[in-house]
């Protein structure tokens, strides 16, 4: 066909046959969508939310959303107390662990914790300048954000936050939930000239 080799190049790539994809799918065990998750390294925050009916929650679903406008979310489940906490108080606040605040994790996990903002006498803080939110001490960054948006998502809330602020702490080795337990990662050196 006209020698101008897309041929060759076509001929080179070939497609599955039935027999591989049925070995492929045979190794695939079936697995809970918990099961499969916890394969998915991610950072660790601490979710907050200032006023009477302040709250903290340690939260691994969260992401940036967009850099213009500056979006961020986090998912929530409904009968978890900050669902309510960031509804009343219509702004949150993030910090985001470093890898020796494992212990910090763990407290704002912990269902046991006193409720409201006495609980936040166990940790240092300082309230964000924009929402009053607590803002964690030597954590590696943190965000203040205005609630824009709440969308369902199944038995959780998806909390769409606007970035009133942003900071930035030294670079240090940040904390990482995977395979269902806390992990350390180092930041990355500066490229030497």
Known sequence: MGGNGKETQLAAVQPLTPPARRQTA???????????????????????????????????????????????LCCVARPARFHESVLCAGSFGVSFLAADQEPVARYFADKRRPHGPVQFDAVDWVPGPHTGSPLLSGALGWLECRLSTVYEGGDHSIFLGKVLSASRGPDRQALLFYGGGYHQVQAPQAKSA
């Open 26 to 72: 045979d190794r695939m065990a079936e697995s809970s969508l918990r099961e499969v998750m916890s394969q998915f390294a991610t950072g660790i925050t601490v979710l907050t939310a200032a006023g009477d009916c302040g709250h903290g929650m340690t939260a691994n679903a969260f992401t940036s959303v967009s850099l213009d406008p500056p979006l961020v």
